[in-house]
């Protein structure tokens, strides 16, 4: 009988265990970001389509009205057991060309409490050529809210 209530108890601790485990947060990544030393490599004004591409790769993402910019997106998302997934964290790379295909922008933007923020830029003018397209990529992020579904 002590050998049954034995085997009894681990199966409730096991049952117990693989529960909290069932809970546990899971992290996926979606999309590529280059590396820090590769973009620290390129150089604006003197790079081309050509050497970002064999630098860093070429993106998942060009410009969409012309062949103006290329796009590089990563994000990562959080899972519990049985919610969908929240994403917690994106990154945009935005690569700037001239007609002549050099660089002209790279610019690195992130999410921070909803909003779109500048994480790093090199530019060779004041004037932020792709701006367009990452206001509509993030424009509307944190916006929404449950009650806007419903009415």
């Known amino acids: ?5 034995a085997f009894f108890r681990l199966g409730i601790a096991a049952l117990c265990l693989s529960g909290l ?13 280059p590396d820090q030393a590769d973009l620290d490599g390129l150089i604006v004004g003197v790079d081309t389509r050509e050497s970002v591409a064999s630098a860093v790769g070429e993106p998942g993402i060009a410009g ?23 994403e917690v ?3 945009v790379l935005a690569i700037s060309f001239n007609p002549e295909g050099t660089v002209t922008n790279i610019e690195r933007f992130g999410l921070e409490n909803g909003r779109v923020v500048a994480l790093s830029r090199r530019v060779t003018d004041s ?14 992020l ?3 809210t449950a009650g806007d579904l419903f009415n």
């Open 127 to 140: 004037n932020t050529q792709g701006i367009s397209f990452l206001r509509q990529a993030f424009g509307n």
């Open 64 to 86: 969409i009205t012309d062949d103006s910019g290329w796009y590089y997106i990563r994000s990562e998302f959080r899972t519990y057991a049985y919610r969908a997934p929240e």
């Open 21 to 33: 485990v069932a809970c546990a947060a899971t992290f996926r990544n979606h999309g590529y970001m």
């Open 89 to 91: 964290d994106r990154e």
């Open 142 to 144: 944190g916006r929404i």
């Open 1 to 5: 009988m002590a050998r049954h209530t």
